[in-house]
């Protein structure tokens, strides 16, 4: 049988926790089948970093089926390595050529603190998403699946917002570290169903002020996100959300008579 | 009053304000483009003077220009205070990005607009200072016989040092004496750095209005699936190529007329 087999140079970034300066070490990956998922050649790599009695390199992974949002990796320059549309654990080596040298950074955000080498902490995606991305709902008995009409458009634009792994790979993308794409996926997916409707107001002043507390940029809509989005949500959330914050700002009511009782 | 210091204080906030100030730029930049067409006239600058004179001394227009005074330094100083926070936000930079997923415009909208400021203050210095400040700017008086219409122009020194315009008419001639700002403009669009420079400025204009233009109605969260291909095509030909192209029409246009 014919061997494809590659081998290649890696740049990897060490470092051993937030408080520390990394660097780059540079490790040969050899006999690298193309058939291989990019993570399955980083475990190969710490295979043989193991036998040697060095530290294996920390990366983020779970499912690996692309759906849980955990790995992430900026490789050559990308976030998920030089493919659309998929996460890192969906990039297979026949992406890249034999004796190719392969720069593996972490996600690079003030909001995403280094935890160890590869992996960062994105604890701050659950905080925002704590603030408000959520509907409230009685429990109770099982209310019939379609009792509330929603348009074919809107169920499938809103299922496609709601599809956001929360990978990150938006801030890592964005030359502004911005994670406008994330949360307004997490805004928009529910602004427009009907069940999310009670709390949209709230809701997104609430989540807009998480993402600031934490420290990510502003959006430029340089569209950066959108293109390195391993689940294709469009920027187009980023301007809904803008617009239902900028309403629940300037325009929404909120408690008639409390402030603007007449008179005095 | 608290509420709307938060709302403008926060990151959307913020860009609000981006995006309202450079669409009032925006607007300012047909109406200036339309005046300054006058320069295409062939009338020694006659038109073109009295444009200048009514533009400085009818008080709704000096009430929008101090606003578009504002709005250039309000635009200009937010984005320097998010480019701090964008900066901050990546405290450690890559060491490679990929260039292939955002356009080039739009990535450098700091640096374009940098240039864009220097121009600005350049030319303001040279016309606007120097018109209502210097004294540099001279006279000239149009004398136009109302039988045939023709115009002679002669230099005009005024009488009184508060002199700003005046229109008379005698012996069907009518006579109109007013600041000479069409020879300044001349006397600077035939050096060629000068040429140049306008040149490469309203290249950087195009650049920043490519992205600029259309970015500001994302922000303000104008989206719409009929009218955004409006506004990017009124954002590509209007405000990125004709604009531009008109702008810097004008001194090439003396440069190699004159």
Not at chain 2, 48 to 54: D, E, G, K, Q, R
Request: neutral net charge; contains cysteine.
């Amino acid at each position: 049988m014919e061997n494809n087999n590659m081998n290649l140079t890696l740049k990897v970034w060490r470092q051993k926790n937030a408080d520390t300066k990394g660097a780059f070490v540079t490790y040969k990956a050899e006999g690298i089948s193309p058939d291989m998922s990019f993570l399955e050649m980083l475990d190969v790599v710490n295979e043989g970093l193991i036998h040697k009695g060095e530290e294996p390199i920390h990366f983020d992974h779970d499912c690996r089926e692309g759906i849980c949002g955990m790995c992430s990796l900026y490789i050559n320059g990308r976030p998920h390595g030089p493919k659309g549309a998929i996460t890192t654990c969906q990039l297979h080596m026949r992406s890249f050529h034999d004796g190719e040298i392969i720069v593996i950074e972490p996600w690079r955000a003030a909001a995403f603190p280094v935890i160890k080498d590869l992996a960062v902490d994105r604890s701050s995606f659950d905080r925002i998403q704590q603030a408000g991305g959520f509907v409230s709902v009685n429990t109770g008995v099982t209310i019939d699946a379609n009792s509330i009409p929603i348009p074919k458009v809107i169920a499938d634009e809103a299922f496609n917002s709601a599809t956001c792994i929360g990978c990150g790979a938006c801030v890592a993308a964005c030359k502004n570290a911005s994670a406008m794409l994330f949360v307004s996926a997490k805004v928009t997916q529910l602004a427009m169903l009907p069940q999310g409707q009670p709390e949209r107001w709230s809701r997104v002043q609430a989540m807009v002020a998480q993402m600031d507390a934490e420290g990510f940029g502003n959006c430029t809509n340089t569209g950066a996100c959108e293109a390195e989005c391993p689940k294709e949500i469009k920027m187009t959330n980023i301007s809904k959300m803008n617009n239902d914050y900028f309403s629940a700002k300037l325009f929404r009511e909120e408690g008639v008579h409390e402030h603007a009782s007449s008179g005095e | 009053m608290s509420e709307f210091k938060q709302t403008f204080n926060s990151s959307l906030g913020k860009k609000l304000i981006m995006a309202l100030t450079g669409l009032f730029l925006c607007t300012f930049l047909i109406v200036h483009l339309g005046g300054n067409l006058l320069l295409f006239k062939n009338d020694n600058g006659f038109g073109f003077n009295v444009y200048a004179n009514f533009l400085t001394h009818f008080p709704p227009i000096e009430v929008i220009a101090y606003l578009l005074y504002l709005s250039i330094l309000v635009h200009a100083i937010y984005a320097l205070v998010l480019t701090i926070k964008n900066r901050k936000a990546r405290p450690v930079r890559y060491a490679e990005v990929s260039s292939t997923n955002a356009g080039w415009s739009s990535k450098n909208m700091g640096l374009l607009g940098s240039i864009l400021f220097l121009f600005i203050v350049i030319h303001m210095s040279d016309f606007w200072y120097n018109y209502k400040y210097s004294g540099k700017v001279g006279f000239i008086e149009y004398k136009t016989n109302l039988a045939t219409d023709e115009t002679t122009a002669v230099p005009y020194i005024p009488t009184s040092p508060n002199f700003e315009k005046s229109v008379t008419t005698e012996n069907n001639f009518e006579i109109v004496r007013v600041k000479d700002l069409h020879a300044r403009v001349e006397s600077s669009f035939t050096n060629l750095i000068y040429v140049i420079f306008y040149v490469i400025a309203m290249g950087t204009l195009s650049f920043h209005l490519k992205h600029g233009f259309q970015s500001a109605f994302r922000t303000l969260g104008w989206v719409h699936r009929k009218y955004t291909p409006i506004v990017s095509f009124i954002g590509t030909w209007l405000f990125a190529v004709i604009i531009p192209l008109g702008f810097a029409a004008m001194p090439v246009y003396y440069y190699f007329t004159r």
